[in-house]
């Protein structure tokens, strides 16, 4: 069964800072998806990661996938305080024949201080 | 594009009483997915159509869950004699289809069973 572990579960950094968000999953996944979700809201599609060494960029957020280390990384920069919010990684899992599904972590909340 | 819709919002009801909730996908998404998150963690698949077809049940689905999806267009989850620990929201996402796209999530219906 696919486990993914999210750390650190909580972050609070200060405004202008850098950080990392790590997302180990068990099983071989090749694709995954990060999630951002503000309190009492949906989530909202961030990233779509589709291959080993993919690396995407929006803005102050930057993520990455290795397949072969079934780690994916959510990487800050010089944190604003309109990106506190949690994060979720969601690998894709076959679970068979054409079905697919995404498994989420537990999320990352993150907390961002002036 | 309308985005995801999810009726009702909230519902809040007597342990024991029957529920129903819906859910409209986007237009022309053929994927339709449901989701339970609880407070702290992440969204745990529940299940998932394809067209009207439901093609696959978590094992969190116990017999006192139902979903359909008539004609392939909206979606219903049924909850009979409901529980305390059926408090929860609950998610639904669609997909075009394929795994490139990533699911669009509605809003939810938070469940308060009392």
């Known amino acids: 069964e696919l486990k993914v572990e999210q750390n650190p579960l909580f972050l609070s950094m200060q405004e202008g800072k850098n950080y990392t968000i790590y997302c180990n999953y068990s099983?071989?996944?090749?694709?995954l998806y990060w999630y951002r979700q503000d309190p009492g809201k949906s989530l909202e599609s961030l990233f779509v990661?589709?291959?080993?060494?993919a690396v995407k960029q929006e803005g102050r957020l930057m993520a990455s996938l290795d397949t072969k280390a079934r780690l994916s990384t959510l990487h800050i920069t010089a944190a604003v305080h309109d990106l506190s919010a949690t994060y979720f990684c969601a690998p894709l899992l076959n679970s068979g024949g054409s079905n697919y599904k995404l498994t989420f972590g537990k999320g990352t909340l993150l907390t961002v201080n002036p | 594009d309308t985005g995801v819709s999810q009726n009702p919002r909230h519902k809040i009801t007597k342990r024991g009483q029957n529920v129903t909730f819906r859910c409209d996908p986007i237009s022309e998404h053929n994927r339709l997915y449901w989701y339970r998150q609880t407070l702290g963690q992440g969204p745990e698949f529940l299940t998932y159509f394809q067209n009207e077809a439901q093609l696959e049940k978590s094992r969190l689905l116990s017999d006192r869950f139902s979903a359909e999806r008539p004609k392939g267009s909206f979606s219903t989850l049924e909850i009979q004699r409901t529980e305390q620990g059926d408090s929860a929201m609950y998610l639904c996402?669609?997909?075009?289809?394929?795994?490139?796209?990533?699911?669009?999530f509605g809003n939810g219906t938070r469940l308060t069973v009392t």
């Open positions: 996402a669609s997909t075009p289809g394929g795994v490139r796209s990533p699911l669009h």
């Open positions: 099983t071989t996944s090749d694709r």
């Open positions: 990661l589709l291959s080993n060494g």
